[in-house]
């Protein structure tokens, strides 16, 4: 009778406003978090369109590649993201890949599996949070670190003839796309709105440092 009675009550919350049978096995932590990644997710997306409409070379590496196509690949692995063309690399070393010298490949792609296989790392590869699952704060301001230097990076970073290897907020000398300060900066603050959150919940003080004048990436933890 008991278990009868819990499961009317999980029916009859679930016809009430869309309330997900799932929801009964998240706190209000789980439910914040669920948006944050989908958020995040959703800003990558429009990351990549953007990039590879500035940089349309990058794409044509790859005949027959289209940017939907591209979008498929990276929402197909929905845990992981790891792709032989890239060697396999994800997060910082991908992002690290966009940037180096002797990479012949897609670099829009590295940068994006990249970006989107750490943020996915930051939040332990999970497309949703549930009451077992636990964040930690450090990995999660360590990831919206590396966000404001892969930033640095893209403004900063050029090749020998000083172009950039990846065209973003400037081209031609002129910035004149200010769209992107908009989504990595929406990836920072979500980021370190979640470390915070993950830190109150736990009783634990986050410190951000600057990472900044070592010009590279932060490891997260495994």
Not at 36 to 48: G, H, N
Not at 135 to 153: I, R, Y
Not at 208 to 216: G, L, M, P
Request: aromatic share 10%.
């Amino acid at each position: 009778m008991r278990l009868l009675l819990i499961v009317l009550a999980s029916l009859f919350l679930c016809a009430c406003g869309g309330y997900e049978l799932k929801n009964l096995a998240k706190s209000d932590i789980d439910l914040v978090t669920d948006q944050f990644i989908a958020k995040t997710r959703e800003d990558v997306s429009e990351l990549v369109v953007m990039l590879y409409s500035r940089n349309p070379e990058q794409l044509a590496k790859n005949p027959g590649m289209t940017i939907e196509g591209r979008l498929a690949q990276l929402k197909v692995h929905r845990y992981r993201l790891q792709f032989l063309e890239l060697d396999y690399n994800q997060g910082t070393d991908a992002m690290n890949l966009a940037f180096n010298p002797s990479f012949t490949g897609d670099r829009v792609f590295a940068l994006a599996v990249g970006l989107g296989s750490m943020l996915r790392q930051a939040y332990g590869y999970q497309p949703e949070m549930f009451f077992p699952d636990q964040l930690d704060a450090k990995v999660l301001m360590a990831s919206a670190q590396n966000v404001e230097m892969l930033v640095w990076k893209l403004k900063n970073t050029r090749k020998p003839n000083g172009e950039h290897y990846i065209v973003s907020y400037e081209k031609w000398g002129v910035v004149d796309n200010l769209s992107f300060e908009r989504l990595f900066g929406e990836i920072i603050v979500l980021q370190e709105m979640m470390a915070g959150i993950v830190s109150d919940s736990d009783n634990r003080t986050v410190t951000s440092a600057v990472y900044a004048v070592s010009k590279v990436f932060i490891p997260l933890p495994i």
